[in-house]
């Protein structure tokens, strides 16, 4: 049991198993060489139903800095369910930090956790603490940077599920949130890939908390973990989409305040309004949406003014798109077409349809990964089957609405 007072300086540490066992040796061998303090306890949870191997590993773990729990599960409780449980280990411990299997961390990656606890712990917009950091929009699956401010982090309205940190207060506020809602959960205001996981995923839950609550996550700017994405029960096939540059060394972090950080994003990874007009002044006092990877409908664009690179059947204002990241062409001014500000009303809505989006996807790919004049033949085949199957399946599942 964690003293009063060492909730936000003393995580414990938790590690979640279930049907791999190669990955959480990968996993537990990695925290061993952690610069990690002493008296700092790990649990081991195995979810029931696994394979009997991630048991073996488990019982057979070395922790030489504190006290060492393994629990097995009986019974199968599935992602969601089993993060709950282990979420709630908060009050017992005070604060945690949460590993699932197939993940490494950074032998930094304890100082950063607990540093950004303790920094944090009395702001109520923050509703957690991430020791991932993205590379690439979930929502858009094209990279990600965000704007460089000073600080050593940055704030995206969107949890990870590769190492999260919580304090009590911070997690009590979600399960309140959770518990409470009895009228079913409002997922429209979360991008439509987020809002159709199953309702296994955690993270889609968590995601509509922050939304509902207009909290945000601290990230990293270097990652601290790194995901291997290996198969399991939610990964058919193992890829290294995911994997990131990882922080070797540092043990002091520059946290910024929230409020002071321009580097704040919605759920969609994009850049707050407020933030994007404290930084470019020239765009006046318009109310906007910011839209600049092009994947908002129009349920989730509500300010009449909008920055955007869908087509528009009339903008206000242009600007190119060669600058990274992409909100930099709209403060420097660069001149262009490829980002559009317009009123909300003109942009089109379009119907998805095949050759629009192998445009569209080539033009991104132009911006955001190529410097040759023009895609390979290969390439452009390999663009122009993806973007068929997302069609048919957009369209199938607009049959079943």
Request: glycine letters at 6%.
């Amino acid at each position: 049991m964690t003293r009063a007072g060492d909730e936000r300086e003393s995580p414990a540490i938790v590690v979640l198993g279930h049907s791999r066992p190669s990955a959480l040796a990968r996993l537990l061998g990695s925290l061993e060489r952690a610069a990690v303090p002493d008296g700092t306890a790990l649990v081991v949870s195995i979810d029931g139903g696994g394979d009997p191997q991630v048991a073996q590993v488990a019982r057979a773990a070395r922790w030489p800095f504190g006290p060492l729990e393994v629990a097995i599960r009986e019974q199968n409780l599935g992602l969601r369910a089993h993060v709950l449980a282990c979420g709630d280990l908060v009050e017992r411990f005070g604060s945690i930090v949460m590993l699932e299997d197939d993940l490494l961390v950074s032998r930094r990656f304890y100082a950063f956790a607990a540093q950004a606890l303790a920094r944090y712990a009395d702001d109520p917009a923050i509703a957690g603490v991430s020791l991932y950091a993205h590379r690439i929009s979930i929502e858009a699956r094209l990279p990600f940077w965000p704007i460089e401010d000073g600080g050593d982090t940055y704030f995206l309205q969107l949890p990870s599920s590769w190492g999260q940190a919580w304090t009590r207060d911070q997690w009590r506020r979600f399960r309140r949130w959770l518990d409470g809602d009895r009228g079913g959960f409002d997922f429209t205001r979360l991008p439509p890939h987020i809002a159709a996981w199953p309702d296994s995923s955690w993270l889609k839950y968590f995601a509509a908390f922050a939304v509902a609550t207009d909290s945000f996550v601290v990230y990293p700017r270097v990652s601290l973990t790194t995901n291997f994405n290996d198969c399991g029960t939610h990964v058919r096939f193992a890829n290294q989409r995911f994997q990131v540059p990882l922080r070797l060394d540092g043990e002091e972090y520059r946290f910024r305040a929230l409020e002071e950080s321009a580097a704040v994003y919605d759920v969609f990874f994009e850049l707050l309004p407020a933030r994007l007009h404290a930084l470019c002044p020239s765009l006046g006092d318009y109310s906007l949406d910011v839209d600049l990877y092009g994947t908002k409908c129009a349920a989730h664009v509500s300010a009449p003014w909008v920055l955007t690179t869908r087509r528009c059947a009339r903008i206000e204002r242009g600007f190119g798109r060669m600058l990274k990241p992409h909100e930099l062409n709209v403060i420097h001014g660069v001149p262009g077409d490829a980002i559009r500000f317009a009123r909300a009303c003109e942009i089109i809505r379009e119907a998805p349809t095949f050759l629009r989006d192998v445009a569209q996807r080539r033009s991104d790919n132009a911006y955001f990964f190529r410097t040759a004049p023009a895609p390979d033949a290969a390439t452009i085949a390999a663009d122009a089957l993806d973007l068929f199957r997302s069609t048919i399946r957009a369209l199938t599942a607009s049959r079943r609405r």
